[in-house]
């Protein structure tokens, strides 16, 4: 019998585990496990050079110089960075503290200007109706 521990994890992997541990007749907790198996060998492998990996990823070595399976390696990790990155960021926060304003789409397609001193009466309105948009 094998001793589990349990464990958290992020959101989305855990929903990418689910849906391919369906795919693959697995749970999501046997798609974890799997995956781990597969990180576990490509580490150990001696075709899989994690110098040089490390290399790749502190911008000391070019990408086109690894193989196929430490691109992989690359790329997952560039992924998991971006992603990671993508989460800490709140412009919204960041702009009004600057004092900026910024536009974005609202649900209905209609460009909407946030924040800034120099639209200080005008937060959040909305310049107009979506293109297109049937209501307009």
């Known amino acids: 019998m094998s001793n589990t521990m349990p464990m958290r994890v992020d959101g ?15 749970s999501a907790a046997q798609q ?10 490509l580490e150990a492998s001696p075709s899989t ?4 990996i490390e290399h790749v ?3 000391e070595k ?5 193989g196929e399976r430490d691109q992989a390696i690359v790329r997952a990790n560039w992924d998991e960075q971006v ?17 900026r304003s910024w ?3 609202d649900e209905h397609g209609a460009v909407v200007v946030h924040g800034g001193n120099e639209h200080a009466n005008n937060r959040s309105r909305s310049t107009g109706s979506a293109p297109n948009d049937p209501d307009a």
């Not at 990671?84 to 709140?90: G, V």
């Open 12 to 26: 989305a992997l855990f929903d990418a585990a689910k849906a391919l541990g369906a795919v693959a007749s697995r």
């Open 32 to 41: 974890f496990n799997h995956w781990a198996r597969i990180g576990r060998e």
């Open 49 to 52: 050079s994690l110098r040089d």
């Open 57 to 59: 990823l502190a911008g």
């Open 62 to 66: 070019p990408y086109d110089d690894l």
């Open 83 to 99: 992603t990671e990155r993508l989460a800490s960021l709140d412009f919204a926060a960041e702009f009004s503290q600057a004092g």
């Open 103 to 105: 536009t974005e789409v």
